[in-house]
C-alpha cells in the first residue's frame, strides 16, 4: 500500500514528525556561541549538513523558542561567530543533555560536565574532547519564509581535530570509524555509525552527479 501525502493539509507538528523520520540519520551540529555579555552556549541541531567546500561552508536551521529566537541565534547575530561541534558516541548523552529549554544564563557547558577550549580564529569555545570542531564566522543569514527558523550558513575559518581520529595527511580523508559519529533519527532516536559499505562508482565519472 502506498500513500500520498500533502504537506499543506497536514498541522506544523505532523510536517515536523513526518520530516524528521523520512529524512534519516542526520549529521547533528553542536553549536556553541558566546552571547554579547560573555556567556557561554551550547545546544545540538540536526537541520545541518556541510553546504560547500570552496568557500568551506556548514548550514544550520535554527528555530525559535517562546516566540523569539533560540540563544543560539541571539548570540550569532550579535556576535557574528559560532562553533560547530561534531557529535560522536562518547558524547551521545551529554549533546542530548544539552537540548534541555535552559534560561539564557545557562552554561550548558557546566551543566553537560563538558570541557571548553578557546577558538584560535574567533572568541567562542569548543568541546574541549570533540571529535571535531569548525570555528565559523556568519557568512548569510537566510529567511525561511513562513518557518519560524532561519537558515545560518557559517564559513569555516579553522577546523580542530580530535586526537583520535585517523586522517590521511596528503589527502585530508578522514576514516570514519575514528570519526564513531551519531546521526539523529526521529523522536528519541539515535543511530550509531553501524556497518559501513565500499561501493565504487563507474568509470568516467566526474563525481558531479546528476
Not at 559519529?181 to 565504487?200: A, F, K
Request: proline share 5%; charged share 20%; with cysteine.
Amino acid at each position: 500500500m502506498s500513500a500520498l501525502i500533502h504537506p499543506k493539509e497536514l498541522s506544523a507538528r505532523q510536517r515536523y514528525r513526518l520530516m524528521i523520520s523520512l529524512v534519516v540519520p542526520r549529521p547533528i551540529g553542536w553549536i556553541s556561541t558566546r552571547s554579547a555579555d560573555g556567556e557561554r552556549n551550547l545546544a545540538p541541531f540536526s537541520f545541518f549538513n556541510a553546504l560547500s567546500s570552496s568557500p568551506m561552508l556548514v548550514g544550520a536551521s535554527l528555530g525559535r523558542r517562546g516566540g523569539g529566537p533560540k540563544d543560539t541565534l541571539t548570540n550569532i547575530r550579535q556576535t557574528g561567530v559560532f562553533t560547530v561541534n561534531l557529535v560522536g558516541s562518547k558524547h551521545l548523552d551529554a549533546m542530548v543533555r544539552t537540548s534541555g529549554e535552559f534560561a539564557a544564563h545557562v552554561d550548558e557547558f557546566s551543566d553537560a560536565g563538558l570541557q571548553a577550549a578557546e577558538s584560535e580564529r574567533i572568541d567562542v569555545p569548543y568541546v574541549a574532547d570533540a571529535v571535531a570542531a569548525f570555528e565559523c564566522r556568519l557568512f548569510r543569514e537566510v529567511d525561511l519564509g513562513a518557518s519560524p527558523s532561519v537558515l545560518v550558513i557559517g564559513e569555516v575559518v579553522a577546523v580542530h581535530l580530535g586526537q583520535d581520529l585517523t586522517m590521511d595527511p596528503e589527502t585530508y580523508h578522514v576514516d570514519v570509524a575514528s570519526l564513531d559519529p551519531v546521526g539523529r533519527l526521529g523522536g528519541d532516536e539515535y543511530t550509531l555509525l553501524g556497518e559501513v559499505r565500499v561501493v565504487g562508482r563507474p568509470e568516467g565519472d566526474a563525481g558531479g552527479g546528476g
